[in-house]
């Protein structure tokens, strides 16, 4: 069975900092670009940051962040482990949301959006106090 299991989450002051993990298994992990999206209550579900290659199979790759959250958050992939990490530093209220991680058959940009998506993880809350 495909499983992506997100955590990490939790309550923070802002300005501070968290790491998300998502541990994947079930599907060739190398050949699938990973996302992390979030859910703030009202609002859809956006893309944050996400990693992939620019052709299929390709060993190349690339990250790519929604400008909210260029230069704070940080994501990185370690495919020995299936696991893809999202570190997140100076933390605001508004990055306040369900975090998930997803799986696709997406090539460059594309893994930022939805669309492309096929599996995804439980969610995992991030919550940031003032």
């Known amino acids: 069975d495909v499983q992506l299991q997100a955590s990490g989450g939790g309550l923070v002051q802002t300005g501070g900092s968290l790491r998300l993990s998502c541990a994947a298994s079930?599907?060739?992990?190398?050949?699938?670009?990973i996302g992390w999206f979030r859910q703030a209550p009202g609002k859809e579900r956006e893309g944050v940051a996400c990693i992939s290659t620019n052709e299929v199979h390709g060993k190349d790759y690339k990250t790519y962040y929604a400008d909210s959250v260029k230069g704070r958050f940080t994501i990185s992939s370690d495919n020995a482990k299936s696991t893809v990490i999202l570190q997140m530093n100076s933390l605001k209220r508004e990055d306040t949301a369900v975090y998930y991680c997803?799986?696709?058959?997406?090539?460059?940009?594309?893994?930022?959006?939805?669309?492309?998506?096929?599996?995804w993880g439980q969610g995992t809350q991030v919550t940031v106090s003032s």
């Open positions: 997803a799986a696709g058959r997406v090539l460059g940009r594309g893994c930022i959006y939805r669309e492309g998506h096929d599996y």
């Open positions: 079930g599907f060739r992990f190398d050949d699938f670009a």
